[in-house]
């Protein structure tokens, strides 16, 4: 069943009746991604993440977006997905048009319009997380004003300074690239981004493997 990467074997056993007729909700949990000479060896991401779907195919589809966005140079490889989603087995879409997908952050202390439309600065966690190329780093501005994005590592020194600008309201978003103010990559490790506006100050804490 490893031959072809378990092309077709995988969506024809979801197909069969007594698994697609029962399934509800698809859970993927404690989750430890192996981004580079895998599937065997040890884990080198923990995305802190659960991925919940009524659809394998696209729990499937998150997935394996999410080895892209970590660096994955062989989710090709993981071609079930697209098989899944065609004809004769229609498990669900690989179409990202297709799919609602919503995030939820800190849901106890976080309602789903606070969490899309703050009415205070808001500093929301990286993503991919951890990471070995690149990290986009969203922040919300309910006021134009003065935005500060600084990266530090666990010394304490600024290794970079990622902007320094006026913003005006709204949600914004700044790619980090793992390089310091020399151009320089950085090595693997933990990293502190903080958000300086006005009054606010708020960390977030950035790993980036390699």
């Known amino acids: 069943m490893h031959d072809d990467h378990a092309d077709p074997f995988l969506p024809a056993l979801n197909s069969l009746p007594e698994i697609a007729g029962k399934q509800m909700i698809n859970i993927c949990d404690a989750l430890f991604a192996v981004v580079n000479g895998g599937p065997g060896g040890l884990p080198q991401a923990t995305p802190n993440k659960i991925f ?79 990471f070995n190329n690149s990290t986009q780093i969203q922040f919300y501005m309910p006021q134009t004003a003065n935005a500060r994005l600084e990266i530090f590592d666990t010394n304490g020194n600024m290794i970079k300074l990622l902007m320094n600008d006026k913003f005006p309201k709204g949600w914004h978003s700044v790619s980090w690239k793992i390089n310091n103010d020399s151009g320089i990559i950085v090595a693997s490790g933990v990293y502190i981004c903080r958000l300086t506006c006005v009054s606010f100050q708020k960390a977030i804490i950035m790993q980036v493997v390699k």
């Open 52 to 130: 919940m779907s009524q659809n394998t195919v696209v729990l499937d589809y998150v997935g394996r977006q999410m080895l892209a966005d970590l660096g994955c140079e062989t989710i090709d490889r993981a071609h079930h997905v697209d098989t899944a989603a065609g004809e004769p087995y229609n498990l669900g879409t690989n179409d990202p048009s297709q799919m609602d997908i919503v995030n939820v952050i800190n849901p106890v202390s976080i309602s789903k319009d606070k969490a899309m439309n703050p009415n205070q600065f808001y500093l929301k966690q990286n993503y991919p997380n951890p």
